[in-house]
């Protein structure tokens, strides 16, 4: 089976901290990304990456980066935490083709007080 | 652009009820359709898909047709019971090389016994 691992599953941060959310993934998948889900928006597309050092924005990239140095990891960075960052953070991959299964990890809730 | 439009939860059944969840979708070109589900404290699966038109996904007795001249996907299930609760999330894509997904705000189901 796929399986895509978020390293965090509930981290509680302060305004202001450097905050790092780890993802991996064991299917040498190459596209991953990160969405942000929130109640009564869904799931915006944060960051993707279809390769290893590649990454393109998506939907809401405002205070976020992110890291893909191994084809494996997916790090998603919030250089400044801010209370509205406040959400719950979700990881996929994918192969590269139509119609392939998207994989989810299982989430990483963060509140930023 | 593309987008995706589900229709507003909760949904409130009892155990035993049909269920249908609509899904409208807009796109520019010809998109696989999804259905993930998430349950209480985890990440999204994938429920299931359908790549073309005409195709119907179907899975743990839940199935979807890909309408092309109506432009839906709507999820039906004949018989819910109560470990169908979750949220239910419509989603398209092109796959290709970056393979995104573009998703609805997600429905709410709540079966009660």
């Known amino acids: 089976d796929v399986k895509v691992t978020q390293s965090s599953r509930y981290l509680v941060k302060r305004t202001g901290e450097k905050v790092f959310l780890e993802c991996v993934q064991d299917?040498?998948?190459?596209?991953m990304f990160w969405y942000r889900q929130d109640p009564g928006l869904g799931l915006r597309l944060i960051y993707f990456?279809?390769?290893?050092?590649?990454?393109e924005k998506g939907d809401i990239p405002e205070g976020y980066s992110v890291s893909r140095e191994k084809k494996e990891r997916f790090s998603l960075i919030l250089e400044s935490a801010s209370t509205n960052q406040t959400s719950m953070y979700l990881c996929?991959?994918?192969?590269?083709?139509?119609?392939?299964?998207?994989?989810f990890g299982e989430g990483s809730w963060l509140t930023v007080v | 652009g593309d987008s995706v439009t589900q229709m507003e939860g909760p949904v409130t059944l009892s155990e035993e009820a049909f269920l249908t969840i609509n899904c409208t979708y807009t796109?520019?070109?010809?998109?696989?359709l999804f259905w993930y589900v998430q349950y209480p404290g985890e990440g999204l699966q994938l429920l299931l898909k359908?790549?073309?038109?005409?195709d119907k996904g179907s899975n743990k007795g839940f199935e979807a047709t890909y309408r092309k001249e109506t432009t839906s996907f709507h999820l039906e299930k004949g018989s819910v019971q109560v470990s169908d609760s979750a949220v239910y999330f419509c989603?398209?894509?092109?796959?290709?090389?970056?393979?995104?997904?573009?998703f609805g705000t997600g429905t709410l189901l709540a079966v009660q016994p």
């Open positions: 996929a991959s994918t192969p590269v083709g139509r119609g392939n299964t998207i994989y």
């Open positions: 299917m040498d998948h190459e596209n």
């Open positions: 990456s279809y390769d290893v050092k590649m990454k």
């Open positions: 796109a520019t070109g010809y998109p696989s």
């Open positions: 359908a790549t073309k038109a005409d």
């Open positions: 989603a398209l894509n092109y796959g290709g090389a970056t393979n995104k997904l573009i």
